[in-house]
């Protein structure tokens, strides 16, 4: 046997698992497909990589989606805590922001997966890169893998530790789920989340989905898109409206980019947004931009801000149509007034309050796998053990990390809960 267990993907969770079952004494190998392993981690959190959030359990499984109970006994095998301490123990320092969030202290993304590929050597593990796998078989308790280059390989166990379908471009592909389907596990329909919502006409192609509310972030922006894009919206919040009903509120920042709608508050969103559109239901998204002030405190001041602009001398020569921008422009980032008019034509004085707090996008479609940041669905953990995250179906088979149906919210949700899986996999792997 070539190793009591093999690792297949060297990315968060991969290297965590590797570390952890390295250093309870089993012999590790990893096989990862690029040729450098973490290519995820590299950009995540915009290559200054949020890897974990402080926020205690109770607090912590709000954001982990659909099952947060799954995770608890992995998070207590190894926790945010752990996380921080197991980084300090390898070297790395790290810094904590708002909302909890954990950052590496030099703020670059390669230092932790520097740090994660030597604490997993030193324990012992062997990593190997450009070492794709093709296909996992098992026979009489032994299971083989099939390397792309034609190599084979054989251990005791194995941890699938391959993440989702986002950004295939860092390795992950989807085909730990094909893997599990073929050892009888099922696996729970997959679609992107924490990515930008595409509203109706923000591509010049009028924002006709592709398949089911798929936009690809390539489609060419409209007139009204252009007009959006670019600004970043503060301390606004959005109401998610499914089929007329509202479904949730976020309060936070915003950005429309050439995706669509995202930034942390629409992330925040999206998930529900895309399984609505998936299962063809409408969305319509209602932006407030002043979610601090009450519709008649806001009217008021519109009223006493109109009133000051119409008799101050400098207007005099100001055309209605003029006036009624710089009214605007005290009431909204001077970037979104175009878009704003061009949303809501005809609109006068009295009903701009009414509009500012009720800014109404039909939600066409999504940015999908190409630019997504994480994938919600995988392998069902209904046929996996919570206790050991190891298959009740196919004993010395284990999962880690983003391939599972776990997903998280933005704020190092994601990570922690590869770290976790991780840990939990590969001693568990070790020690059975
Ligand atoms: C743009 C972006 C930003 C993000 N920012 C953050 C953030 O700041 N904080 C946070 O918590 N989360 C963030 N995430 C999410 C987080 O990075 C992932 O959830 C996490 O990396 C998942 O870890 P994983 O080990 O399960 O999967 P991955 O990190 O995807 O690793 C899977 C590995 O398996 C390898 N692999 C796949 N198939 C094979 C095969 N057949 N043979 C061999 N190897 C294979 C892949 O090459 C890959 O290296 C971000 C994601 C993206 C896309």
């Not at 947060?68 to 070297?91: P, Q």
């Not at 050597?121 to 308790?141: H, L, Q, Y």
């Not at 009903?351 to 940015?367: S, T």
Request: charged share 25%; proline share 3%; hydrophobic share 40%.
């Amino acid at each position: 046997m070539d190793s009591d267990i093999i690792i297949v993907g060297g990315g968060a969770a991969g290297m965590v698992a590797a570390y952890a079952a390295a250093k309870s004494g089993a012999s590790v190998t990893v096989l990862e497909k690029m040729s450098r392993p973490g290519r995820k981690i590299m950009i995540s959190g915009k290559g200054r990589c949020n890897m974990t959030n402080l926020k205690d359990w109770n607090e912590f499984s709000e954001h982990i989606h659909p099952k947060a109970a799954f995770l608890k006994n992995a998070f207590y095998n190894f926790s945010s805590a752990d996380t921080l301490e197991f980084f300090r123990e390898n070297g790395l320092e790290t810094v904590v922001e708002r909302g909890d969030r954990v950052f590496p202290a030099s703020y670059k993304a390669s230092d932790v997966v520097d740090t994660l590929l030597s604490a997993a050597k030193k324990a012992g593990a062997s990593v190997m890169t450009g070492s794709e796998v093709s296909g996992i078989f098992r026979d009489d308790d032994i299971f083989t893998l099939d390397l792309v280059s034609g190599k084979r390989m054989t251990a005791a166990k194995i941890i699938i530790a391959t993440g989702g379908l986002s950004y295939p471009a860092t390795g992950s592909t989807g085909d730990g789920y094909r893997w599990a389907a073929g050892f009888g596990h099922k696996i729970r329909h997959c679609f992107p989340s924490l990515t930008a919502l595409v509203p109706a006409d923000y591509k010049v192609s009028g924002g006709v989905p592709q398949g089911k509310g798929h936009i690809s972030r390539d489609l060419t922006p409209s007139e009204l898109g252009k007009a959006l894009m670019g600004n970043q919206l503060k301390n606004i919040s959005l109401t998610v409206n499914i089929d007329g009903h509202t479904v949730m509120e976020e309060f936070g920042d915003a950005d429309f980019t050439d995706g669509g709608l995202e930034g942390p508050a629409g992330f925040r969103i999206s998930r529900k947004c895309v399984n609505a559109l998936e299962n063809g239901s409408k969305v319509t998204v209602c932006l407030d931009l002043k979610p601090a002030v009450k519709q008649e405190s806001l009217d008021r001041r519109i009223e006493n801000l109109w009133e000051e602009i119409s008799v101050d001398s400098r207007s005099q020569r100001k055309s209605q149509d003029e006036r009624f921008r710089i009214l605007l422009g005290k009431l909204m980032p001077s970037g979104l007034v175009n878009a704003f008019l061009r949303y809501h034509p005809g609109t006068d004085v009295r009903r701009l309050g009414k509009r500012i707090k009720n800014w109404e996008f039909r939600i066409a479609g999504y940015v999908g796998y190409e630019r997504c940041v994480v994938t919600a669905g995988g392998i069902s953990t209904d046929e996996i053990s919570q206790k050991t995250l190891e298959s009740k179906l196919i004993p010395g088979l284990y999962f880690a990390g983003e391939v599972l149906d776990l997903d998280g919210d933005t704020g190092g949700y994601n990570l922690q809960t590869a770290f976790s899986t991780g840990f939990l996999a590969g001693r568990s792997a070790a020690l059975k």
